[in-house]
């Protein structure tokens, strides 16, 4: 098993990478927050000359797990990065255009007091792999 050290306070971030560890399997992941590493990332005797990776080591060093049958793939995480932010970009801009049309429609045409909360849901689909993501919420007028 891999080890991996990630230093970061953003919640988003951390997400992301521990999605992406998690799915390529065979990594441990620890989140040292507030800068402080957490006290299993000290080394200790007899512990089987484990190492722990920041994950700019990992990054840089292409580490993968032996006899995890994980393959290293050919792919510009920055650009894949930029083209999920922009597609999400799109989406969240017209979703709400979208929502405030059709929520302005139905108060003229009387269809709606003003103070109402719906429920929301947006499902994203991702067509060639058969991702799909639901996200449920709610959307209050006043």
């Known amino acids: 098993m891999t ?7 953003n919640d988003d971030n951390v997400y992301t990478l521990k ?3 998690g799915l390529l399997g065979g990594f441990e992941v620890l989140i040292a927050e507030n800068g402080r590493p957490p006290a299993a990332t000290r080394v200790r005797a007899g512990d089987g000359g484990r190492r722990w990776y920041t ?3 990992a990054k ?11 393959k290293e793939v050919a792919m510009n995480e920055d650009v894949f990065n930029a083209s999920i932010r922009k597609f999400l970009k799109a989406l969240g801009v017209t979703a ?3 929502i405030e049309k ?6 003229v045409e009387g269809r709606l007091k003003g103070n109402e909360t719906f429920p929301a849901r947006a499902t994203v689909t991702l067509g060639g792999i058969g ?3 639901e996200i449920n919420g709610e959307i209050e007028l006043g």
């Open 131 to 133: 991702f799909s993501h």
């Open 3 to 9: 080890r991996i050290l990630y230093v970061e306070d």
């Open 55 to 57: 994950t700019g080591q």
């Open 60 to 70: 840089n060093r292409r580490v993968v797990p032996a006899g995890t049958g994980v």
């Open 19 to 21: 999605l992406r560890f």
């Open 96 to 98: 709400q255009r979208e």
């Open 102 to 107: 059709a929520v302005r429609q139905a108060l």
